[in-house]
């Protein structure tokens, strides 16, 4: 019934859309497209020679599309890149050259012919994505003009990250961490603060000289109410990695009360590494009072790493409102008191929650695989699966954690039948993969031979050609569109950005179009990095489309809230897309940044893995 009331609403905003009077950012953009249409389709085309051609025009918005295209090829002739990179008036001429290995020589050209003539911020960035041990000299002594560049933020930021990814290519000494570490702590702006400290959040090896801690522990304690959310996070982590006792004096009571979640999930990672059992349990006791599930739940996780047992610290079962914090407690549980946890696991009434909430699964069998082997294990996988209330999220969860075992019983075969014969979405690869590693097995069953040859007819091929951004989808949706995903904890609201990414966004609209995501769980959530859904759920599509986008980084950073696609590489983009819980600039300008979220972010916060796209909608531009 929504979706009937929505598609009117959409078809009428359209109309109305189309028949208003064209606006001057209207016909702004029909111009843009105009213009941009065959370099887009010389990206699609990787075509080297044009956008060379391109990069030399004297539109801006020419030069600046050409340099993204360039940016995402694989180019050999670097000579050839420098030359035309470096004599564009494109302001994005600095792209291209972070994701190609420069030389020593082609480094030292750029100091010496281009520093006077193109802003620092762009050279930093270039010899920050290098794996040079000249460019990273370069930027240690650049540390001696940080009085000089007071008034150049752009700059201070753009070297404080360079500084960060190359110190995780080639070690700094005691003395330029230290000076890493005032600059930090006393940096105006917070984009420059993040940016000094963010190599030693990357860097999980790090290792903070006495000095550096010294100064740390002096300064912290006044400034660490004033440091912005995502600095306090970096450092929570490096102290914690280095086991700094004197963390937990800066992780104060006031402090825990108005905590945001991603700050306390970093907590939860480092509980393992404080070692005074009191300050331990005072922290447990903090997190758990946390209005966040997903904090809840990774501190539990981090408990059964703990060697202390805090059984009597930790909310009672029945106190528990979200299933998947009810997994994670009772997966701690197992660690104490296996028999009790059992016996709530492989409850009826476990099972019943499970088949009410079938996007536990992947959080429920592992747990059962510990209270049960063999055939007692597949007769309740067997149950599941065959239950009138059995769902096909759960389902495939049951049959990728089969897909592991590495034995088989006639139990196991029974397992697999009862999925076989269900017309629920499945991933071809996971039948392909079972028929490798049990093909004996599978020959001796027809529902099961029958299953594997449907997986291998259907296994999906894609397009070699690379698919082409449709002028008229873009005209039609505008310069910003607006893409709202519905999940039963709320709606996530995506502003898209055709200009960057044209192709990609050519591909979101036809999935729209097909209601390709219904259904499709966020099956990969990390926390404090992504969470990630997209694949397919609908007909025999094998979990991807039959096209193959192509990567369209752009010069946008991966900021918290940005919508990425995923990728096992360049130009094998498809359905699945990721949306960042926090910045994560080692992703720039190696995948798509195809829009930002505007409204959601505590729905972003609170997603649990399995969680569903209950809808998928794109409301064209408003003006």
Known sequence: MFDKYYKVFFTVLTLIVTLAPVSKAQSDFKVQLNELKNVWNATAQRDTSALFAFSQNQNTIIADAAMRGLTNMQLTDIPRLLSYTTTSVSELWYLPLTTHELDDEQI??????????????????????????????????QLSRVAYLKNNP???????????????????????????????????????????????????????????????????PELWPELHGLSRQYLIAALGRNSVEWLTTLLTDEYLRHIHPLEAIEITRVLPAIMQAGEQRRLIKALFQHENAMVRTLTYRSLTSLETDYSSDIPEPAHIAHLHEKMAYLGYKITFDKSEACKIITSQDMIDAVLDFPTTADAYIPLLSECQQGPELYATLKNLVSSDSSHSVLQRFVLNSLASETSTTPDFVAVLERIAQNNAPQLHTTWVMLADVHGNTIQESEPLTDRVRLAREEELVRSDQ??????????RLGPRPMWIITTQRGELHIRLDPLRSPSTITAIAQLV??????????????PNFVIQAGELWVGNTGGSPAFRVPTEASEKSFNRGALGIASAGRDTEGSQFFIMHMWAPRLDGRYTNAGYLTEGYD????????????????????Q
């Open 108 to 141: 030292k050209y750029l100091m010496v012919n281009v520093i006077e003539e193109r802003p620092l911020h762009d050279l930093y960035s270039i010899l920050g994505s290098q794996s040079s041990q000249v460019a990273h000299n370069i930027l240690l002594d």
């Open 466 to 475: 690379l698919l082409k951004a449709d002028i008229e989808v873009i005209e």
């Open 154 to 220: 752009a700059a201070l930021q753009a070297l404080g990250l360079a500084l960060s990814r190359s110190s995780m290519r080639f070690e700094i000494d005691e003395t330029y961490q230290l000076k890493i570490a005032r600059l930090a702590l006393h940096a105006e702006m917070v984009a420059e603060q993040a940016s000094w400290l963010y190599g030693w959040y990357r860097n999980v090896a790090v290792t903070l000289y006495p000095k550096t801690l010294s100064y740390l522990q002096n300064e912290l």
């Open 603 to 622: 729905v972003l916060d609170g997603l649990m893995q399995g969680d569903v796209i209950l809808g998928s909608y794109l409301i064209p531009t408003v």
């Open 513 to 526: 179009d097909n209601r390709s995501h219904l259904g499709s769980p966020f099956h990969r959530i990390v």
